[in-house]
């Protein structure tokens, strides 16, 4: 069969690309390259996940799996630049910039940041004297024993940001970390890695961009591990911005230790198929985590939410607020988990979904799950899924707003509800300006209602 044959060819070409890379980083830590070989092994040993399975049941990767898509070469810096221009947000304590998956040193910013913070490319991390922290943190976190994309970015790890943070150190601005790609990186495959590790009381904001140019076929498969120390509080914000015709699947895995807190929002916005797994492990007593996301998808793109909420340790609490709009033949995937395990006593656990369906064709697939192994807890969880409010809409042309207005105050509100929880103003500000551009981008006048 011509697609059986297309894929199994695709899938060769990872491992002859795995064996030219490790001819290529010799001189790299042995325990680095001990972590890669084991991974690629898994990866072999799983292979690419079907629909058969259930964590990956409403989500198809056959048309990902089929392309060959082979190691992206660092972008020239004129094309960098024009491509950079509508990442960049103001105000922020230093910047990373990566084009292609390649540290640009030319387009970041990392000067003058307080002592005890680091905020510097883990290539060159890899190449200093120093390396005791990071192999201790390093692909430690972030679990490939039955998630393939992840055991490929591991055996695959060249670049990315390594961003440290000492005890008791504020950051009142935050570190924004892009990963943008250029018009001649199609059919290529980059494999970013963040790696963010803070020590005790520390208060810190990472904002995790991805972006690319529109149409063009690519593939980013991205993984983010997250420590956060004991009484610390980290706020990470990931933009997905992907071209329409990309391939977009992204881990981000955190570790919470006692008293810690951890706000995660999740924005995704681009790519053809988009997949996003964002877990945390509360393993400190105390701990709290709070999940926001917000995906709008239009025409034929497929986005995918799996989120894993891990309550190891008594008297932890977490929060969940997901919102989707889904216009056109687009479709959606929500599956949030809730584990609380057996001496989680006092656990304090509340997950929502809500989807906004903009068209007739549109598709939703939500699955809320608690997992409870514990008799002393407060666990909720809901899933919704609706249509504008004609009723409201009438409200609002009844006072002289036309019919887009209407639809666009709507969806604007239904959406404010996520955009608004990030503390950072600049970055609440575009992605307001980049969702209602989208909206007018995806809506057809209709008959007056």
Known sequence: ?????????????????????????????????????????????????????????????????????????????????????????????????????????????????????????????????????????????????????????????????????????????????????????????????????????????????????????????AVTEIVVGENASVEHVKLQEESDQAFHIATVQAHQERASRFHSHSISLGAALARHDINSVMAGEGAECTLNGLYQVAGTQHVDHHTRLDHAMPHCSSREYYRGILDGQSSGVFNGAIIVRKDAQKTDAIQSNKNLLLSEEAVINTKPELQILADDVRCTHGATIGQLDPDAIFYLRARGISLESARHLLTRAFANDVIARIRFEPARERLEARLLARLSASWKPEEVL
């Open 1 to 221: 069969m011509p697609e059986v044959r297309q894929a199994h060819e695709a899938t060769e070409t990872y491992f002859a690309e795995f064996a030219k890379f490790e001819r290529e980083t010799l001189r790299q830590p042995e325990w680095l390259r001990s972590k890669r070989k084991m991974a690629m092994e898994r990866f072999a040993d799983l292979g690419f996940p079907t629909t058969k399975q259930e964590a990956w049941r409403f989500t198809n990767v056959a048309p990902l799996a089929r392309n060959v898509f082979k190691l992206a070469a660092a972008g020239s810096n004129g094309t960098a630049d024009e491509a950079l221009s509508p990442a960049l947000l103001n105000d922020v304590a230093a910047r990373l910039v990566f084009v292609n998956g390649q540290w640009s040193p030319k387009l970041s910013a990392v000067a003058n940041l307080p002592k005890g913070v680091s905020v510097r490319s883990l290539a060159a991390a890899l190449k200093s004297g120093d390396q005791g922290e990071l192999e201790g943190h390093l692909a430690r976190y972030a679990e490939d024993a039955d998630h393939a994309f992840t055991a490929l970015n591991t055996a695959f790890i060249r670049d990315g940001a390594l961003i440290q943070i000492a005890d008791g150190r504020v950051l009142e601005k935050p570190i924004h970390v892009i990963f943008i790609r250029t018009e001649g990186a199609r059919n290529t495959v980059s494999y970013p890695r963040t790696l963010v590790i803070t020590g005790r009381e520390v208060q810190a904001m990472v904002i995790e961009g991805h972006y690319g140019p529109a149409g063009e076929t690519y593939f980013t498969n």
